[in-house]
Structures are given as structure tokens and as C-alpha cells.
Nanobody
Framework: VHLEESGGGSVQPGGSLRLSCVAS???????????MGWFRQAPGKKREGVAI???????MYSDSVKDRFTVSKDKTKYTLYLQMDSLKPEDTAVYYC?????????????????WGQGTHVTVAS
């Protein structure tokens, strides 16, 4: 399983970024129906769920990003996206793409999951 994130960077508060997570064709064709999503880890804090999307298209967001972030996927490009709008300094973190194989929720990453290497997002004036 191979997941590779991109799209991180620095942005001012109120700005936008779009993260991408490209899966290998094998990964997407084998696991694409499963739950995929984004977690993040801020400096000195525990990793937390941000958004997930399952095989049927059901989405779930953490309360902290709801109405500001949108998770989506493009099956033709084997790519998962996270559109982040109205960014706040507290959104600063390393964002990880994840394939969740046990529980499909933003509230837990228990179980055998597959992670990308992470991409940094910094929101600051």
C-alpha cells in the first residue's frame, strides 16, 4: 500500500489550501472501496482525525473543521483530496493521508491502517 501526500505549505489565516493523496493503482483498486481520510498532528499534541470518506461516499468531519474543510476523491486519478478553506492558526499541523481498514471514523485510528508520510501545513500571519 502506497499513499503520497502533497499540497502542504504556508498560508495566512483565512486562506485556503488543497491537499492531495495519490494512491498506487494497486492500492486504490484493492482498497479504494474502504475508508480513506485525513488525520493531523500539531506540535506537542496527539494525532486527531480531520475528515474521512468511505466507499459509498459517506463523509465525516471533526467538529473543528466542519463547514471549512471538504474531503473528496477522484477514482479516475486514484486521488484523495482535502480542500481547506478559512484556515486558522490552530489548523497548523502535519496532515496525514490514511487508509482505515478497521473503523471508519474521525474519532479513532485503532487497527491496522496505512499512512502516508505527511505534509506540513502552517497557518500564520
Amino acid at each position: 500500500v502506497h499513499l503520497e501526500e502533497s499540497g502542504g505549505g504556508s498560508v495566512q489565516p483565512g486562506g485556503s489550501l488543497r491537499l492531495s493523496c495519490v494512491a498506487s493503482e494497486y492500492t486504490y483498486s484493492t482498497y479504494g472501496y474502504y475508508c480513506m481520510g485525513w488525520f493531523r498532528q500539531a506540535p506537542g499534541k496527539k494525532r486527531e482525525g480531520v475528515a474521512i470518506i468511505d466507499g459509498s461516499g459517506r463523509r465525516m468531519y471533526s467538529d473543528s473543521v466542519k463547514d471549512r474543510f471538504t474531503v473528496s476523491k477522484d477514482k479516475t486519478k486514484y486521488t484523495l483530496y482535502l480542500q481547506m478553506d478559512s484556515l486558522k492558526p490552530e489548523d497548523t499541523a502535519v496532515y496525514y493521508c490514511v487508509l482505515l481498514t478497521t473503523v471508519c471514523t474521525v474519532h479513532s485510528d485503532a487497527g491496522r491502517n496505512y499512512w502516508g508520510q505527511g505534509t506540513h501545513v502552517t497557518v500564520a500571519s
